[in-house]
């Protein structure tokens, strides 16, 4: 009885350091945080700025809540504060990416190939990032290693396949479109994915598969109408067939609406619509994709096309100079991001690439005109 009577305050007081240990730690300072209201959240990080784990539950609250600037600022607080927090970093990139801030998307993939070069998620996060932002060359490199440290992680393989895609290495992005969907065989984004690999690889019937199985997953989804749009407008070979392309078009463009990827189904509509010599609304679809995306070149070209054949010369001629300072813009671009890979370090050219991006689609509101 005299041991058990030593042990039991030894064993006590054991289990009472363990509990304040465990209280201090990054996962209790998690507990202690996730049972805040955001009220006393937003008075910790005030006091305790330098505190990333008060930061990171913030950002992860505002991005839950679709507050998107607020989770990015938050998220930006935690890096400065733990500039080694690896989910912090990835919150960054996520973040960045949606706000369609380019160079802190980047920055913030850099840092995870840095901090985590051997973490297949996170290393998916980088490459899906870099892809995103249009180091595409970057983001093959990273989503071939975050595959091969996780073989089974099919977000990362369906990203490969659309890097692979931009790259026009199809046969490779067949295959990796393949594996994500035998991976996630529920997911309609993986068949999206394999039929643009196929439809590019002028197979189509492999496209309509992999397309139709991905309207039977999710019929109304604007991505899936996009793709399916696509393909119908390749294969139409009646009246009918070309009207329900466009149909499909018209769904995903209401669909898109708002999105970074609103202006696609806008230019495929005009193209319809050229190819049947209706110049009065090929002319209306490509000025929409104008007003979307003042700098889409492909829309530009397009509309100099549809003036021109309408004897609108000296419109077209304007719009032909636009095009060509966009294709002149989209290559300094190009060059600034290649060098940047060559010399990180270069703050001289990180700053020209920001300046020059802030200075782009200086055309007016509302007129595609210059």
């Known amino acids: 009885m005299k041991r058990l009577s030593i042990i039991f305050p030894i064993l006590s007081i054991a289990i009472l350091l363990v509990v304040v240990l465990w209280y201090f730690s990054p996962s209790g300072k998690h507990f202690r945080f996730a049972y805040l ?165 002028s197979r189509p019937q492999d496209a309509l598969s992999a397309i139709r199985q991905a309207r039977k997953l999710a019929p109304d989804n604007s991505e899936v109408l996009l793709e399916a749009g696509t393909l119908a407008t390749l294969t139409v070979r009646s009246a009918t067939e070309k009207t329900e392309a466009k149909n499909i078009l018209f769904a995903a463009r209401d669909g898109l609406k708002g999105t970074n990827r609103e202006v696609e189904p806008l230019r ?45 010369t000296a419109e077209a001629q304007a719009l032909t100079k636009r095009y060509s300072n966009e294709t002149e813009y989209q290559l300094t671009v190009r060059q600034l991001q290649m060098r940047l890979k060559r010399e990180p370090n270069r703050t001289d050219l990180r700053n020209r690439l920001k300046a020059l991006q802030a200075s782009h689609n200086t055309t007016s509101p509302g007129s595609p005109y210059p």
């Open 37 to 201: 209201s955001d009220a006393d959240l937003v008075a910790l990080t005030s006091r305790e700025t330098q505190d990333a784990s008060a930061w990171l539950e913030l950002g992860k609250r505002m991005e839950l809540r679709k507050m998107n600037r607020e989770a990015l600022s938050d998220y930006l607080h935690a890096t400065e504060a733990d500039p080694k927090k690896q989910s912090a970093w990835e919150g960054v990139a996520r973040m960045a990416t949606v706000q369609h801030e380019p160079v802190t998307a980047h920055d913030a993939a850099e840092h995870l190939l840095i901090i985590a070069p051997r973490d297949g998620a996170s290393l998916g996060i980088a490459g899906r990032t870099l892809y995103l932002v249009g180091d595409r060359e970057a983001a093959r490199d990273t989503l071939k290693e975050a595959v091969a440290l996780n073989p089974k992680d099919a977000p990362n393989w369906n990203a490969l396949s659309q890097v692979l895609i931009d790259v026009h290495i199809l046969d490779e992005a067949v295959q990796a479109a393949q594996t994500a969907t035998r991976l996630s065989p529920d997911t309609a984004e993986y068949y999206v994915t394999l039929s643009r690999a196929e439809r590019l690889l």
């Open 268 to 312: 495929l509509l005009g193209q319809c619509y050229l190819s049947e010599r209706q110049y009065s609304r090929a002319q209306s679809l490509f000025e929409e994709c104008l007003r979307v995306a003042p700098g889409d070149s492909a829309a530009q070209f397009s509309l100099s096309r549809v003036l021109a054949l309408q004897g609108r």
